[in-house]
Antibody
Framework: EVQLLESGGDLVQPGGSLRLSCAAS????????MSWVRQAPGKGLEWVSA????????YYADSVKGRFTISRDNSKNTLYLQMNSLRAEDTAVYYC????????????WGQGTLVTVSS | QSVLTQPPSVSGAPGQRVTISCTGS?????????VHWYLQLPGTAPKLLIY???NRPSGVPDRFSGSKSGTSASLAIIGLQAEDEADYYC???????????FGGGTKVTVL
């Protein structure tokens, strides 16, 4: 059974940093691209970042480019999102998601972890 | 602001057919990129409903169907049921953004 378990969400002050983790199990982690998608309270979904299975390529939404870094450790089956220079508008539930083969869609999602940026 | 435009809400009686539109542009849907659809119940993670414009993942009822034409796509729910009451999102890739994007979401209400 595929499982994705996010952790690391917390209350952080503006300008602060946080690292999210997503522990994956039930599939060959290194074979799949992974993404982070966020959802601000009461708002819609926003794609944040993606990384290929081999970590050869990374992609970012303009809203986080230069501040967030996606990475993965295939030996630990874990996906990360390093978030720096956090802003109030980064407040959201952050989901990690597994790409469905190479379709560009995501077939498995974690339960989400809440990041709150506030003083 | 999303560059994939969805109606904020649609509603229908049980058993009826409802459709949700997703209007994009020449840099995403019109450029040939696939459209995918997700359902999200309150407080839960999104669930993949349709991938590659028209395909249903295993376990998704055939009451859900997707289509795409030009710069738009649509999700149809045939035989609306109470458990279909949820938020629905379309998703595609945008070449000018060099990334994925979602529509703003549509809340489906079963009357």
């Amino acid at each position: 059974e595929v499982q994705l378990l996010e952790s690391g969400g917390d209350l952080v002050q503006p300008g602060g940093s946080l690292r999210l983790s997503c522990a994956a199990s039930g599939f060959t982690f290194s074979s799949y691209a992974m993404s982070w998608v966020r959802q601000a309270p009461g708002k819609g979904l926003e794609w944040v970042s993606a990384i290929t299975g081999s970590s050869g390529s990374t992609y970012y939404a303009d809203s986080v480019k230069g501040r967030f870094t996606i990475s993965r450790d295939n030996s630990k089956n874990t996906l990360y999102l390093q978030m720096n220079s956090l802003r109030a508008e980064d407040t959201a539930v952050y989901y990690c998601a597994k790409e469905f083969h190479t379709t560009g869609s995501w077939d498995y999602w974690g339960q989400g972890t809440l990041v709150t940026v506030s003083s | 602001q999303s560059v994939l435009t969805q109606p904020p809400s649609v509603s229908g009686a049980p058993g009826q057919r409802v459709t949700i539109s997703c209007t994009g542009s020449s840099s995403n849907i019109g450029a040939g990129y696939d459209v995918h659809w997700y359902l999200q119940l309150p407080g839960t993670a999104p669930k993949l409903l349709i991938y590659g414009n028209t395909n249903r993942p295993s376990g998704v009822p055939d009451r859900f169907s997707g289509s795409k034409s030009g710069t738009s796509a649509s999700l149809a729910i045939i035989g609306l049921q109470a458990e279909d009451e949820a938020d629905y999102y379309c998703q595609s890739f945008d070449i000018s953004l060099s990334g994925s994007l979602f529509g703003g979401g549509t809340k489906v209400t079963v009357l």
